[in-house]
């Protein structure tokens, strides 16, 4: 996995779910702030809150810098039911990326997996 991971956060679930790729050695990942232009590809990490929004970190960020983002991953909370992670699936139709996968909160091992093994798959398809 090479592509570059932007993420935000909130309460700390995707700073957890990035330390977590950082642990296995993935360490091509970086925090959201307000000024950042990203002049390279790369894969969003995002939350969803009130009920169902794209939090305005995200929306800001993207404004700047969609053009390069080629995918899309979220966590959320199945206790929201419908809106479990929406905000991946409004970004992935708004900017027209793929979703690599949702999770809960900061992601089990099994959640690092797949996300890992879904980014090499996009990447083997981008090059
Ligand atoms: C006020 C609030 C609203 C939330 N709304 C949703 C929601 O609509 N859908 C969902 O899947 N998760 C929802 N969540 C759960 C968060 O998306 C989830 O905890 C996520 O892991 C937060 O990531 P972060 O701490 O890295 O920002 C909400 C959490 C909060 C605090």
Same mark, same amino acid.
């Given at each position: 996995m090479k592509t570059k991971?932007?993420?935000?956060?909130?309460?700390?679930n995707l700073k957890k779910f990035v330390e977590?790729?950082?642990k296995q050695g993935y360490n091509?990942?970086?925090?959201?702030t307000p000024e950042l232009k990203v002049d390279e590809k790369f894969i969003l990490l995002v939350?969803?809150? &009130? +009920?169902?929004?794209?939090?305005?970190e995200y929306k800001n960020f993207l404004k700047k810098n969609f053009t390069k983002m080629i995918g899309v991953a979220g966590s959320?909370?199945?206790n929201w039911g419908k &809106? +479990?992670?929406?905000?991946?699936?409004k970004i992935?139709?708004?900017?027209n990326v793929p979703i690599i996968s949702k999770f809960e909160l900061s992601g089990n091992l099994h959640d690092l997996d797949n996300f890992v093994n879904k980014v090499e798959e996009l990447e083997k398809n981008e090059h």
């Open positions: 991971i932007l993420y935000f956060s909130k309460t700390g977590k790729l950082n091509n990942t970086l925090l959201i939350s969803t809150i &009130n +009920f169902g929004e794209v939090p305005m959320g909370n199945r &809106n +479990f992670a929406i905000a991946t699936d992935a139709k708004k900017f």
